[in-house]
Antibody, heavy 122, light 108 residues
Framework: EVQLLESGGGLVQPGGSLRLSCAAS????????LSWVRQAPGRGPEWVSG????????YYADSVKGRFTISRDNSKNTLYLQMSSLRAEDTAVYYC???????????????WGQGTLVTVSS | EIVLTQSPGTLSLSPGEIATLSCRAS???????LAWYQQKPGQAPRLLIY???SRATGIPDRFSGSGSGTDFTLTISRLEPEDFAVYYC?????????FGQGTRLDLK
């Protein structure tokens, strides 16, 4: 059974930093691209960042480029999101999500974690 | 960035009826990269359709997707009580991923 378990969320002041983790199990971790998708209260999902299975390629939404860094440790089956220079508008539930099985990058997400809440406030 | 506009914003229907949800893109989207999700309160989105028309694993055949170019449709035939939720379309193109704003399917 595929499982994605996020952790690391919490309350942080504007300008602060936070690192999210996503522990994965139930699939061949290194074979799949993964993404972080966030959802602010009452809003639709917003894709934040993605990384290929090998970690060689990373992708970012314009809203977080230069502030967030995605990475993965395939030996630990864990995905990370390092967030810095946080703003109030970064407040959201952050989900990690797995790409569907495909020979090419699809960024369509067949499994999601339960999410971790990040609140940026003074 | 491709903007996805979903309509209607809210759809009020009864069990057993047919729901037709629309997703219109600001520019052409490859059908291979168009997906639909269902989200219920307090839960993560659930993949229903990928590649515009392929059902994800475990999704009942009352859910179907169609369309190409800039116009895509999610159809739910014979609505069941558990189908009342918010639905989002999503696309991937040129390393940019966007979601529509959602259609809320309400129980009439």
């Amino acid at each position: 059974e595929v499982q994605l378990l996020e952790s690391g969320g919490g309350l942080v002041q504007p300008g602060g930093s936070l690192r999210l983790s996503c522990a994965a199990s139930g699939f061949t971790f290194a074979s799949y691209a993964l993404s972080w998708v966030r959802q602010a209260p009452g809003r639709g999902p917003e894709w934040v960042s993605g990384i290929t299975g090998s970690g060689a390629s990373t992708y970012y939404a314009d809203s977080v480029k230069g502030r967030f860094t995605i990475s993965r440790d395939n030996s630990k089956n864990t995905l990370y999101l390092q967030m810095s220079s946080l703003r109030a508008e970064d407040t959201a539930v952050y989900y990690c999500a797995k790409d569907i099985p495909s020979p090419e990058l699809r960024f369509n997400f067949d499994y999601w974690g339960q999410g971790t809440l990040v609140t940026v406030s003074s | 960035e491709i903007v996805l506009t979903q309509s209607p914003g809210t759809l009020s229907l009864s069990p057993g009826e047919i729901a037709t949800l629309s997703c219109r893109a600001s520019q052409s989207v490859s059908s291979s990269y168009l997906a639909w999700y269902q989200q219920k309160p307090g839960q993560a989105p659930r993949l229903l359709i990928y590649g515009a028309s392929s059902r994800a694993t475990g999704i009942p055949d009352r859910f179907s997707g169609s369309g190409s170019g800039t116009d895509f449709t999610l159809t739910i035939s014979r609505l069941e009580p558990e189908d009342f939720a918010v639905y989002y379309c999503q696309q991937y193109g040129s390393a940019r991923i966007t979601f529509g704003q959602g259609t809320r399917l309400d129980l009439k």
